[in-house]
């Protein structure tokens, strides 16, 4: 079933990608024999067939984890999302404690080693960077540490 | 003779001392890679090449680098086969046979101390080979065309999944999806494609930050899946008491792997773990009934760890010769020629000959220092085994964060990587094998280009794909990787898994 569904995405997906090579338009200086359209409107075809045959005579299913295991997935999405989006704003080192830390704990730490894993990797990464490797990362709002 | 003389100026190259400090560090990172539970060869050579560029290291010095994290973890796989019955990669499935009966027996030191030779023998046969097939192969290559060349691409892929592989179609969908990433972006004509009007999407996907999102991310997601955070029990390892005896005893099989994996490594669509099944295989018929093979015979653990080595070297004939990786790890190697501006193929060896020849002695020097690091050390190797994975991999997924935002110092890549990553976890799940994207995206710009310019010469007639014999060959091998893994695919299959099942550990 889900091999299935997957085509039919691809093949959704593999008409759309075709539709829009259609809509590229002429390189400067006329058309070639090759032009930009060319490989993609290839490519597509050939997502169409495969996709065809994954619905024709799918594999067996792989379980989806939903329930707990599902939402610890989630949860380490959401953590990686707003590792990314806190890294610049919050600076290099407490963003990598919490992120790390959540990680670690999610994975079946203790709460408060997994923390102190988090806080002890992102200083020396931070450390090795900014003074070993001469990358600055940011500091964000521990930025009043800064030397020099 | 003329090999001997680029070799001798390699070594030269390979032999500055801060190539050979980054050969060492190379080195011992790899067999850690290895060894870690969770981070296979590929994953880790993916990790490094972003922090290789932030430390601006010269060309053939991150190279030489890369290939020795290359050559240590597959030292590194075979310490969780040996100890722990767990390999710690595919072609190391093998190893466990003769390797775990032997730990049991109290040998663990033994059996590690032999695999480690094994590997050297095997990675210095396949050397060999490499030396003295890629000039040849590379002059070869030169004759190839745009039509050739299309026509090895499609080989590339429909042989990736290797007549073991267990759904063809999986790998041209997966290639596909490959491809199509790699077209946007700006076109050599200076069309936008399915850039959205974004401007980060102008020079396209940046290759490196989706093999990091769908190695090191996914493996995340899948760890957290099946909760197997908890690491491994403590290991001792007994105090090693090795003859020169035992040594003479593996080294036949030792040569024959080595020399049966580069094959393997070399041919299209063979790979690794075929090489090593062979290897064991062979020993087995070889030695006969003089040997207690799946009860702890040192010549079980040499011949496919042999084996194993010999074909991850072999691997990189046609990677460094036409370009075309035929592994996972080969695949992120190139990716990183593609990032330091080496066109890869036969010009290499005439137009970067230094960077070449400077790699292949650091495989030499490399699996010297390999066999250095590994006996004495296999200690410390062993002890970080047990470093459960719950704290390893949120580290490695920072420092997978770290290397792609010093590549460009914005939030967008890591959101990109992030999302490459949720993508390869879906893969994973339903079967898509990730190497063809990966290599879809990495050969999707050549690809197009040589279709571009066998068009241009003959004026738009598309039969010129399939003009020459040498064209109308590759495409015979392209469609017989993919027909083949339906017919002797299920057989193989069934013979492997038939010696793995029945030489595994039998009670306790």
């Not at chain 1, 959540?102 to 894993?117: D, E, I, K």
């Not at chain 2, 090895?152 to 999986?170: D, E």
């Amino acid at each position: 079933m889900n091999d299935r569904i997957f085509g039919i995405l691809l093949i959704v997906l593999a008409v759309a990608y075709g539709w829009g090579a259609t809509q590229l338009p002429a390189p400067f200086g006329g058309s070639e024999a090759v032009g930009p359209e060319t490989f993609p409107l290839l490519l597509s075809v050939v997502l169409v067939l495969s996709s065809l045959y994954l619905i024709v005579r799918p594999d067996p299913d792989n379980a989806w984890p939903w329930s707990r295991t599902g939402i610890e997935l989630l949860i380490a999405v959401v953590v990686l999302v707003l590792y990314a989006a806190l890294l610049q704003p919050l600076g290099f080192i407490l963003s990598t404690t919490l992120a790390v830390g959540t990680l670690c704990w999610r994975m079946g730490s203790a709460p408060v080693r997994a923390y102190l894993t988090g806080a002890a990797s992102g200083v020396v990464v931070f450390l090795l960077f900014n003074f070993a490797l001469d990358l600055a990362l940011p500091l964000g709002v521990l930025s009043f540490l800064e030397v020099g | 003779m003329e090999t001997l003389g680029y070799l001798i100026d390699g070594f030269g190259v390979a032999l500055a001392p801060h190539n050979l400090m980054f050969a060492l560090l190379g080195a011992f990172l790899g067999t850690l890679i290895g060894a870690l539970p969770g981070l296979g060869p590929a994953n880790g050579v993916a990790i490094l090449i972003p922090l290789a560029f932030t430390l601006g290291l010269a060309p053939e010095t991150a190279l030489i680098m890369l290939t020795s994290v290359y050559a240590g973890a597959m030292y590194g796989g075979r310490i969780s086969s040996i100890l722990l019955n767990i390999p710690g990669d595919e072609p190391a499935m093998m190893t466990c046979l003769d390797g775990y009966p032997m730990a049991q027996q109290g040998k663990a030191a033994e059996a590690l101390a032999i695999s480690a030779v094994a590997s050297f023998i095997g990675s210095l046969v396949a050397t060999i080979g490499l030396i003295l097939l890629a000039p040849v192969l590379a002059k070869f290559a030169l004759t190839f065309g745009p039509a050739e060349y299309f026509a090895l691409f499609l080989l590339a892929f429909a042989t990736l999944g290797g007549i073991t592989g267990k759904n063809p179609m999986k790998t041209v969908v997966a290639a596909c999806i490959g491809l199509m990433i790699a077209t946007m972006g700006i076109d050599n004509t200076g069309v936008q494609r399915y850039t959205f009007g974004v401007l980060e999407l102008y020079e396209g996907v940046d290759f490196i930050i989706a093999i990091v999102g769908l190695f090191a991310i996914s493996e995340l997601l899948f760890f957290i899946e099946e909760r197997a955070g908890g690491g491994k029990e403590k290991m001792t390892v007994n105090k090693l008491s090795l003859k020169w005896a035992d040594i003479r005893n593996i080294l036949p099989s030792s040569l024959r792997g080595g020399v049966l994996g580069f094959i393997a490594g070399v041919l299209p669509g063979a790979g690794a773990s075929l090489g090593s099944f062979i290897g064991y295989t062979l020993e087995k018929k070889v030695v006969g009934k003089k040997g207690y093979f799946g009860q702890g015979d040192p010549r079980g653990v040499a011949g496919p760890e042999a084996g194993n080595n010999g074909a991850s070297s072999g691997a990189l004939v046609p990677m460094l010769t036409l370009g075309v990786p035929g592994s996972g790890t080969t695949a992120v190697l190139l990716a990183l020629l593609i990032s330091l501006n080496i066109t890869p193929g036969p010009l290499m060896f005439t137009q970067n000959a230094d960077i070449v020849w400077g790699v292949i002695a650091a495989l030499l020097i490399g699996n010297f220092l390999l066999l250095l690091l590994n006996i004495p050390l296999v200690g410390i190797f062993v002890k970080l085994l047990s470093v459960p994975p719950m704290f390893l991999l949120p580290i490695v997924t920072m420092i997978a964060f770290v290397g792609i935002y010093s590549i460009s110092n914005t939030t967008f890549d890591l959101y990109f990587m992030v999302a490459f990553g949720v993508a390869g976890y879906i893969f994973r799940k339903l079967e898509i094998p990730l190497v063809p994207v990966i290599l879809g995206l990495l050969l999707g710009p050549e690809m197009e280009k040589n279709l571009r310019h066998a068009m241009d010469i003959s004026d738009g007639d598309w039969t010129i794909l399939w003009d020459s014999g040498l064209a109308i060959g590759l495409w015979l091998f392209a469609g017989l990787g993919l027909i083949l893994p339906y017919v002797v695919g299920p057989l193989l299959r069934r013979r492997m898994k038939v010696t793995t099942g029945t030489g595994g550990p039998e009670g306790d």
